[in-house]
């Protein structure tokens, strides 16, 4: 069944949040998925542990290393940590599907093209980040990225603050990730 890893040599881009979102997305439609956390930082293992008295919908689980996924999941989605780690490779070589999201600043923006080089060999695609509808930032950075031929999942995470504080949490609301969870799995259905 699908692997997805979610990928950037940037911290900050909200890797995690997107992690536990799409798996409570998942869970919530009755998919059987795991969250594997290869963060050494452990940050989805301990937004689980955080989440206790209202726990996740899924499993997080520590990456075992040499990263091996199981595959009699439904879905299975990888956390990783920022930089240029081996786990990071691993990650990237067992997934289906490359997800590389990322903010919206040029700082993001820039740190998206080294990623983009080591994920070359695997189906990936962008997921923008954070965005806000009041400017046009977010849809530069998509035409900049669609012209250089990088696929951008088509819904974006909108910057909410319910979103930036929900570390800890189960989420209520998934403010996209629904949506995005039907384009990744939709992209599926092509790789």
Do not use: C
């Not at 899924?58 to 990263?67: G, H, I, K, Q, W």
């Amino acid at each position: 069944m699908p692997i997805f890893s979610l990928v950037h040599t940037k911290g900050g881009v909200a890797k995690t949040t997107s992690a536990v979102y799409l798996a409570t997305a998942a869970a919530r439609r009755g998919v059987d998925v795991v969250l594997v956390d290869a963060d050494p930082q452990g940050s989805a293992l301990e937004w689980a542990a955080d989440a206790a008295a209202d726990p996740l919908p899924f499993p997080v689980v520590p990456a075992p290393r040499p990263l091996v996924v199981d595959t009699d999941r439904e879905l299975t989605i990888v956390d990783t940590p920022p930089g240029t780690a081996q786990v990071i490779q691993e990650a990237i070589d067992v997934a289906d599907l490359v997800i590389v999201p990322t903010g919206v600043s040029p700082l993001d923006v820039r740190r998206v093209w080294p990623t983009l080089e080591i994920t070359a060999h695997r189906p990936t695609a962008v997921l923008l980040t954070g965005v806000d509808l009041r400017t046009r930032l977010a849809e530069e950075v998509r035409a900049l990225l669609e012209g250089e031929g990088v696929p951008v999942i088509g819904t974006p995470i909108l910057r909410r603050e319910d979103v930036r504080r929900a570390y800890g949490t189960t989420p209520n609301r998934l403010h996209g990730y629904d949506d995005v969870l039907t384009e990744l799995m939709e992209a599926m259905v092509h790789v």
